[in-house]
């Protein structure tokens, strides 16, 4: 297959863009290089010291000898751009990690909250509408989040994407499916809800292939390919801004930073290895949608945890020590969920548990770079609403 793989330059896009290669496929990243420029912004790096793309690829091709293509372009705001790409390497499918994908970041000011917005939602509907416009047969596969669904489930098992419902009618109910309702947590969430809805637009008036992948936080950070040479390394985000939850505490703890838990730490939240999100989002594209369809949506997630068991898992590994921070978040304080993924478990994804490969990859990550960790990066100082901020008191 041609895949285009769009933002795979980032966390989730360069393993992904690897796995593809190493698997046969002819890929072409695009990438306008937005995160690099927002870790200049916070004046935060990877724990591991990522290659500019051009020596990736070149590391690439000198190791396996297979190329991956580039063009350098701002979806949200080049749609020509990403119309002439289209019509001249005409890929089988786009794979769409092109947005911006920090809920405290998008949470930080005004101008954050509206370069999420704007960013997301203008580079989701850019793609759409040259797909169509080009009229090639395109499959979209686009990175989703658990999130959409919010974390309160109310004890039943969250379907993927759509929920049977009894509509009462006068002459009696007629079983429909709707979308899950949404409830999104941070201005980053609610981006992926407005993708969402433009997505069931596009598969029913212009018979797009869509597929969304509602994913789960990701833990680890390196892939077989990535681990090929050093130049391939993958980004490993601790800040508290990118840092996601437990890739947090395995740099906290290499560093000897208590673990932040914040609030109790009852949050559950999905959770995905790395590894079997490379391995999802290639199943993905061999299993699209029929033209006409309605958008095909998988739970790509594969266990549920505590925050607070996590960091508990952590210190029993490590020796760290835990400590309850105030949320700068507002979420409930403790949550319940339970998530359907048997889609993903029928083509054959074989999950990689929490139990098998943590102590890896505090080993070979965490502590390997941890002499990089800037310790003053560690604290999430992004808050919800300005109740949260230190010193107001939370009744304002
Ligand atoms: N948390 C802590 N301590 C920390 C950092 C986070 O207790 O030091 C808590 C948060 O308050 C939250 C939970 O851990 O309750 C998860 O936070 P996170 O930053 O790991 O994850 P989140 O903000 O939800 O976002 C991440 C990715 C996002 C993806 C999402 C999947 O950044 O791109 O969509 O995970 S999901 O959470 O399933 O919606």
């Given at each position: 297959m041609k895949i285009a793989v769009l933002g795979g330059d980032g966390f989730c896009g360069w393993p992904t863009t690897l796995h593809l290669s190493a698997r046969g496929h002819d890929v072409v990243v695009v990438d306008n290089f937005s995160r690099r420029a927002i870790d200049e912004e916070l004046g935060a790096e990877s724990l591991t010291p990522i290659r500019p793309l051009a020596e990736r690829r070149a590391a690439w091709e000198e190791r396996t000898g297979r190329s991956i293509g580039f063009a350098q372009l701002d979806l949200a705001r080049d749609h020509e751009g990403f119309l002439d790409f289209l019509v001249t390497e005409r890929p089988d499918a786009v794979v769409h990690f092109a947005e911006q994908r920090a809920a405290p970041y998008s949470m930080k000011s005004?101008?954050?909250?509206?370069y999420t917005v704007d960013n997301?939602?203008?580079?989701?509907?850019?793609?759409?509408s040259a797909v169509v416009e080009s009229e090639l047969d395109v499959h979209v596969v686009h990175l989703g989040t658990m999130g959409v669904y919010g974390y309160g489930t109310a004890g039943m098992k969250i379907p993927e994407g759509?929920?049977?419902v009894e509509v009462p009618g006068p002459e009696g109910g007629t079983a429909q499916q709707i979308l899950y309702p949404s409830n999104p947590g941070s201005i980053y969430h609610m981006t992926k809800v407005l993708d969402q809805t433009l997505f069931a637009f596009y598969a029913k008036n212009d018979a797009v292939r869509i597929t969304d992948l509602h994913q789960g936080i990701i833990w680890g950070t390196s892939t077989r390919e990535t681990r090929l040479d050093e130049r391939l390394v993958n980004r490993f985000d601790y800040d508290g801004d990118y840092g996601t939850v437990l890739n947090r505490f395995l740099v906290q703890a290499a560093v000897g930073h208590p673990l932040t838990v914040h609030g109790t730490g009852g949050q559950t939240r999905a959770f995905i290895h790395i590894q079997d999100m490379v391995r999802c989002v290639e199943l993905a594209l061999l299993h699209p949608p029929a033209?006409?369809?309605r958008v095909k949506i998988f739970n790509q997630m594969t266990e549920t945890h505590r925050v607070r068991d996590l960091a508990r898992l952590v210190a029993r590994l490590t020796g760290a020590e835990v400590e309850l921070v105030p949320n700068p978040r507002q979420e409930s304080a403790e949550n319940e969920l339970h998530v359907v993924n048997d889609a993903f478990l029928d083509l054959g994804l074989e999950p990689t548990t929490l139990s098998a490969g943590l102590l890896l990859e505090v080993e070979q990550t965490a502590a390997r770079w941890a002499h990089r960790a800037d310790l003053s990066r560690i604290p999430a100082?992004?808050?919800w609403n300005r109740s949260r901020r230190p010193g107001v008191?939370?009744?304002r």
């Open positions: 005004s101008r954050h909250k509206r997301n939602v203008s580079a989701t509907h850019n793609v759409l759509y929920l049977d033209a006409g369809e100082r992004s808050v008191p939370a009744s």
